[in-house]
């Protein structure tokens, strides 16, 4: 069984993640969306609601399923037993610190690769970060959320 995990925080999940996910698993028998709990920044959603959204928006694709992790991505792909790592790379800026992720872990881990998918066009620029930027700021940022990541959006900015 080919298994893999798609590890990142997902503060939130945007569509070019979900992007990365539908495509990602229709490659592999089980994907593992890993929601990585230890930021240091203080992330807007908890990482259980961080989870929530991901199942929530991937309800329809039966072999795709959120977890929430700490630690190290290959200790967390070895618990999977995962064989791949999947990552999105945006742009040129996304691939030194990638490339140097996989080629560390590669030597930590030499039974688990890393693949990369190059992101639609149409998400290149779009972030988690940028997202929560434009939604503190009051700019219209449901374009580049599920709908329902964007109403969790608009409840938690109200709180
Ligand atoms: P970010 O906060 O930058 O959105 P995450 O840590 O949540 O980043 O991202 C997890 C993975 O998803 C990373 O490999 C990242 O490069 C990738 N990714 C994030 N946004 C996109 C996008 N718009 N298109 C393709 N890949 C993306």
């Given at each position: 069984m080919?298994?893999a995990?798609?590890?990142?925080?997902?503060?939130?999940?945007?569509l070019g993640?979900?992007?990365i996910i539908e495509?990602?698993?229709?490659?592999?028998?089980k994907?593992i969306?890993?929601?990585?709990?230890?930021q240091?920044k203080s992330p807007?959603?908890?990482a259980?609601?961080?989870?929530?959204?991901?199942g929530?928006?991937?309800?329809?694709?039966?072999n795709?399923e959120?977890?929430?992790?700490n630690g190290?991505?290959?200790d967390?792909a070895r618990?999977?037993?995962?064989?791949?790592i999947?990552?999105g790379l945006?742009?040129i800026?996304?691939?030194e610190?990638?490339?140097?992720?996989?080629?560390?872990?590669r030597?930590l881990?030499p039974e688990v690769?890393?693949?990369?998918?190059?992101?639609?066009?149409k998400?290149a620029?779009?972030?988690s970060?940028t997202v929560k930027e434009?939604?503190?700021f009051?700019?219209?940022?449901?374009c580049?959320?599920?709908s329902?990541?964007?109403?969790?959006v608009h409840?938690k900015?109200?709180?």
């Open positions: 080919r298994i995990i798609y590890p990142g925080s997902f503060d939130p999940v945007t993640h979900l992007n495509r990602a698993a229709a490659t592999v028998d994907l969306v890993g929601v990585l709990e230890n240091n807007l959603f908890t259980a609601e961080r989870v929530e959204m991901i929530l928006v991937t309800k329809d694709i039966p795709v959120a977890r929430a992790f190290l991505t290959i967390f618990q999977c037993k995962a064989q791949l999947v990552r945006r742009a800026t996304d691939f610190y990638e490339l140097q992720m996989a080629q560390t872990n030597i881990a690769d890393t693949v990369f998918f190059t992101t639609e066009l998400y620029y779009l972030s970060s434009v939604a503190h009051g700019g219209n940022f449901e580049f959320l599920p329902l990541v964007a109403q969790r409840d900015l109200k709180k």
